[in-house]
């Protein structure tokens, strides 16, 4: 089986940590969201059926939703003083996760 991860990139270290502690194999991909043209990451994770579920679980503990306070950026102009960072909550973490049959695997 391929499972195709989508996941953010503050997640991903820690991910792949416990993959590997695991025993799983990744390849990670730098990839963009199509919709907020913003960086992530996808990771490509070739397993055995039985290893699916254990996979599955590994990504929904580690790559959770959570809120985050993040104080944004570049908003006004800092040198009129019109610059007032304030700090908001935003929604972080998550995955999108596809699995897929695979008809062949072979290393050469
Ligand atoms: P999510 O649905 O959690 O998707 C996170 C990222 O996962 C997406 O980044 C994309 O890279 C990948 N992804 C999600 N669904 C996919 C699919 N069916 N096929 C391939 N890749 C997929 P973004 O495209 O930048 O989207 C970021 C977030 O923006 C999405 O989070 C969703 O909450 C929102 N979003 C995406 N498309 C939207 C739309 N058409 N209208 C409103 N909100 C949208």
């Given at each position: ?27 990670k ?10 960086g ?49 909550e ?5 995955a ?13």
């Amino acid at each position: 089986m391929l499972i195709i991860a989508v996941v953010q990139d503050q997640d991903v270290n820690r991910l792949l940590a416990k993959l590997m502690e695991k025993g799983y194999s990744a390849t990670k991909l730098a990839s963009t969201g199509g919709f907020l043209r913003r960086g992530n990451t996808t990771l490509l994770i070739g397993v055995k059926q039985e290893g699916v579920p254990e996979v599955i679980a590994i990504i929904k503990e580690v790559c959770r939703t959570r809120k985050q306070v993040v104080t944004p950026v570049t908003v006004g102009d800092q040198a009129l003083n019109t610059y007032i960072p304030t700090p908001v909550e935003v929604e972080v973490g998550g995955a999108t996760v596809f699995t897929v049959k695979v008809e062949s695997f072979e290393k050469i």
